[in-house]
């Protein structure tokens, strides 16, 4: 009994171990090839909200250094942060990789602190407050339910509406997306990652 008992906890640790490594491989990717403004320009074009992708001035479009993630996020989350030039306005753009291949039960939560963060180090250096626009990137199988923040409350009355916060994220689903409306988009290095990361479970496409 022993002997079995320890080798289900030597197959457990060496599962654990490869999903680490497919998680560190994918995020690796993922920023490797997003921190170059140019391919991160690309995915805002073809895949951010159409709102937000007419405003945007592209010329200031510049990756910044930091990064919001605590400690605890990171399980499901990194961060690439971009600031960019809204109609005049300066603002920042937060491209989210989802690690976990599953949907986030409560992501504006998650969200919500990550926003603050980024807030706390405007005030930290007496800047003007700039609004932060978060896209989740995903790329699991199961269908990823977009709620609205106030439907994950029972909210007796809309008279109580105003004491509810109030805001969303863009949301990159790579399983809404066919493999054929990906490739014909343009040829390049972000199509074949996001290709990549949408076929992660299947083995040819194994990183």
């Known amino acids: 009994m022993r002997c079995i008992g320890n080798n289900a906890m030597n197959n457990k640790k060496e599962d654990n171990k490869q999903h680490v490594y497919k998680h560190n491989a994918h995020d690796k990717l993922f920023k490797v090839v997003?921190?170059?403004?140019?391919?991160?320009?690309?995915?805002?074009r073809n895949f951010g909200d159409p709102v937000l992708v007419k405003g945007l001035d592209f010329r200031?479009?510049?990756?910044?250094?930091?990064?919001?993630?605590?400690?605890?996020?990171?399980?499901?989350?990194?961060?690439?942060?971009?600031?960019c030039?809204?109609?005049?306005?300066?603002?920042?753009?937060?491209?989210?990789?989802?690690?976990?291949?599953?949907?986030?039960?409560?992501?504006?939560?998650?969200?919500?602190?990550?926003?603050?963060?980024?807030?706390e180090q405007d005030i930290n250096h007496k800047r003007i407050l700039r609004p932060v626009i978060p896209i989740i990137v995903y790329h699991g199988k199961q269908k990823w339910q977009h709620r609205a923040l106030?439907?994950?409350?029972?909210?007796?009355?809309?008279g109580l509406m105003p004491y509810f916060p109030n805001f969303d994220y863009h949301l990159?689903?790579?399983?809404?997306y066919e493999d054929e409306n990906i490739l014909s988009l343009e040829t390049g290095l972000y199509i074949n990652t996001l290709y990549?990361?949408?076929?992660?479970?299947?083995k040819k496409f194994i990183l």
């Open 34 to 44: 997003f921190s170059k403004r140019r391919e991160a320009a690309k995915l805002l």
């Open 60 to 83: 200031t479009l510049k990756r910044e250094q930091d990064s919001f993630i605590e400690s605890d996020l990171k399980e499901y989350f990194s961060d690439l942060v971009y600031s």
């Open 85 to 119: 030039r809204w109609k005049g306005k300066e603002l920042r753009i937060c491209l989210l990789f989802e690690h976990k291949s599953y949907p986030v039960a409560y992501p504006h939560f998650q969200l919500m602190r990550y926003m603050l963060n980024c807030w």
């Open 150 to 158: 106030y439907e994950y409350f029972e909210i007796p009355d809309e």
């Open 172 to 176: 990159l689903d790579l399983s809404k």
């Open 196 to 202: 990549l990361l949408k076929h992660q479970k299947q």
